[in-house]
């Protein structure tokens, strides 16, 4: 037999020693421990498990052969008041960083060598928990070599929502790293809209304390682009924790969600809904570890599938030993408007407690005859009565957003989205 | 208004002639009512005239105002003035009632080329309209039809007709569903909208509906035929009677 050929791929660099040795002692020693875990574990293959449904060599080589192309989502939730940090080409110009009330802004870049005893706690710490049981090591490499990201340490109810607003422009490669520290009882909302970059590998660790409330919303757009994202949330007793994408554009997409109820009584949910035409795959992996009694967690994905398009979720909820009471919902649909379409999907759940309530589902449809006729008999023509439909299907995520005026610019924008098309 | 010459249907799938060559012409301004056993063909007829797929016409036409109607989409078919109230209104989650009303109403008109309605007269339209059917605010700002009683349904496909303003209106079995005080309501909505350019089809199984919204003439429909028209006498006969004798008439 033939020894395997040893093809050699470029791939992305997994340490960048001019970084580590000016960064301050906070950052230091979480990149240099995360270089070594993304090391340890290496990068990712087409052959692990976790990367069954989606091939990771878009993420894994060094080259972006890529052009970020025009933000659809340009203006939107504009009419807001909004505290608006702006990420040109992944970077921040931290002399236009504002400020708020109740609430302190870094960019990484500038804070990189401050000693902030705050954000040492959080960065790479929660990517770094979240690396069981299953490896994910571009979040490490990311912790390792990000340059830049916005730093947040909130202290009360912030007022209006921190909108992140990405551009970018030409091959651009992003390495974002954000930090959000929500002190108890303290409250804040975070838009992300855009793309960083041609391609981007961002990280958001979210530290929320006891009675803490965290919402998350973001609309990731653009064409031929390629994005792997990853939530690290660690969520106390009594907090809320929530996060909505909506995903209309973009070749590649890998959202990962890997959250901690460590606290009683709290409660988190993950939503996501899609658009997806022709050269598009998207995927939703995300896993909720309930470690604390009493807590609820939701996860609601919808994928609208047209021309070819590849939608892949796999969710798992791990219940453990003494998470009594936990309440699990899973519910993860495709809409495939023509045979061309696939969804793939990996529901799973692991409980080792005895007094839950779990609840998971998974569905693939076209679109309703006897509901399109309805609306076609109204007047409604087809194309139309589609849209509508389609809007039908992607509600039930969409109401996954607490927040009901932005929840409207979600829906406004989606009607807008596919009118253009 | 509407005019239907020896239509003969089958379902597209499987080889079953539903329609055998029914006739019917409507005046403009009167109420037809069609009566008849289950299976006859009522609800087939009132697919086949609206656009539904599923159906194969083998042989004959359908004429609104003198133009076939049986190669238009749906959608035309509405444009040009034809509404089915349905059996079943479909929910719709996750749609605003309003926002549905308001892409209908502008959808037809645009299909028309006539200028479509501002937010602002919509409103004061379907404002007045929704409170002659007893249809709250809240009623008009939920999803279509969903988590709607079977009464609240029927009065909100009279409501969609009383925003489109048809000129030929199918009820297809608008009564199922309604208590006494539903019926009622349903019928004062569609009784409010006859007019003189405008001609209801009343399909029902019972003739309690027309105490409440009077034909001008009944047709007795069975196994894909009309097979006796008359006046609103012939339906009280079928109260007393059923279908039996008339069967027997033809066979």
Redo the contacts between chains.
Sequence with gaps: MAAPSQQKVNTRALCDAPLIESSGVWSKEARMMASARAQASGLPQRRDEYWKYTRPDAFVHADVTLQASQRSSLGLFDQRATISVAFEDGQIQAATLPSAAHCTLESLSSASGLDLHWARDIYGHLEAAGQKPVQRSLAAVNTAVAREGLLVNVTGAVAAPIHIQATSSGQSDSTIHHVIKVAPGAEVTVIETGQYGARSNIVLEVDVADGGRFQHIRVQDGNERHMLTHIFGKIGAEAVFKTFTLTAGGQLTRNECVLQLLGDDASVSVAGACLGDGDFHHDDTVFITHDAVNCESRQVFKKVLRNGAVGVFQGKILVKAGAQKTDGYQISQSLLLDDDSQFLAKPELEIYADDVACSHGSTSGAI????L??????????A??ID??T??????A??EIEDSDLAQDILDHLTNTMSAQ | MLNIKNLHVKLEEEDKQILKGVNLSLEPGKVHAIMGPNGSGKSTLSYVLSGKGGYEVTEGAAQLEGVDILDMEAEERAAAGLFLAFQYPVEIPGVGNMTFLRTAVNAQRKLRSEEEMSAGEFLKVVRAKAKDLKIDAEMLKRSVNVGFSGGEKKRNEILQMAMLEPKMCILDETDSGLDVDAMKLVSQGVNALRDENRTFLVITHYQRLLDHIKPDVVHIMANGRIIKTGGPELALEVEQNGYADLLEEIA
């Design positions: 309703d005859m006897q509901a006729f309805y609306l076609r008999s109204r007047g409604v023509p087809e139309k009565a509508l439909l809007l039908s299907f992607v509600a039930e969409i109401e």
